[in-house]
């Protein structure tokens, strides 16, 4: 159970590190919003502007409640050993990591398949787009790849 302890507190350092940029980046967002600061998106007019800094100011935020449930989630389990055990027990419980691991392959072959229709599809309106996602697709199928080498290797 140490182990997992040591684990927990390198997670807890690293989502306080991430909570922190998020912070800065969600304080820089409304700042902008609120035009104490000059941010703008290259692109687009003033309206578009506004959008995206509230779009970017909102993701930073919502990501940021993530980790903050995390980091506390965390900080709850070090303090009691029974939270401790029961949270290593749901992290390690091989029947979720397992349907965990078959969705995330079933999803990723769904993305991939709908990636290269939305390829074709696409290609026939927009250039621009129809290559950022094939860009996509293979950046995924080549990641699917290395790591199948990796764990291939590793196993």
Known sequence: MENYREKLK???????ICIIILTI???????????????IPTAGDSHWHSQ??????????GVLALMLFGLIRNLLAMKDEKKLKKLYIQMHDERQTQLFHNARSAAMS???????????VTG????????TILACVLL???TCMLFKIY???KY
């Open 10 to 16: 390198k997670q807890n350092i690293l989502l306080s």
């Open 25 to 39: 980046f969600s304080i820089l967002g409304f700042a902008a919003e609120a035009e104490l600061i000059t941010l």
């Open 52 to 61: 995206w800094r509230g779009f970017i100011s909102g993701a930073a935020m």
């Open 110 to 120: 769904v993305f991939l398949i709908a990636g290269l229709i939305a390829v074709i």
């Open 124 to 131: 026939y309106f927009n250039a621009t787009v129809s290559i």
């Open 140 to 142: 995924c199928s080549v």
């Open 151 to 153: 764990y291939d290797r």
